[in-house]
């Protein structure tokens, strides 16, 4: 039986990214937040996680076994539209799903303070806003407050404006029926598997 290889998550880098490109947007990837399809929460949570040193995963297409970004050309914020990713990368719902399948401890933290002060930074956030059980939106655990609380930060889609180190219950958005928090593991497992791009398909099919 083959043993995986396994690397560190380096929280510290993650939460850096986040606070460095919360509202600079990294032009080595597709700002969704201009696609009008979604926003570009997940991509920017995924970004953060992949600087924090958690790997690409191109085992198959599905929800929990593919994690990946693939850039083609070097035309800043994707703008010719060609960059594929997989929809784990960008989904909340999917993203959330790929997470619990990779180890990740889930708590319920809608009302339970005590749960989610033990939440880390470069931690995650998944927020069910409508009630109906769809994970809609997530945010990196980039801070605390002085009593623990954690502060989240994220990008999103416009016309709201992005978020660096509010309150993990965002309030001011609406509140959210569920929330999620997850302990994002610091040994991520890396497949071994190198990508095959007649295997794997885009998330957006018209770019395949």
Known sequence: MRTLQ???YNRTLAVRYALRHWNNPNPAFANMDTLGAGGDCTNFTSQALLAGGWPMDYRETGFDTEWWYRRIGQDPFDRNADDWWSCTWALAELHFRYMLASGAVVLDVTTSLRRAR?????????YDFDGDGRITHSA????HSRSGIPRVTYRTLRPRSPVRNRDYRLRF???????WGVRVPSRPMVWPAAPDWNRLRPCDRTRG
């Open 6 to 8: 396994t690397v560190t």
């Open 118 to 126: 033990r939440l880390r930074r470069g931690d995650i956030c998944y």
């Open 140 to 143: 990196l655990v980039t801070s």
């Open 173 to 179: 958005r609406g509140r959210a029926r569920r929330i």
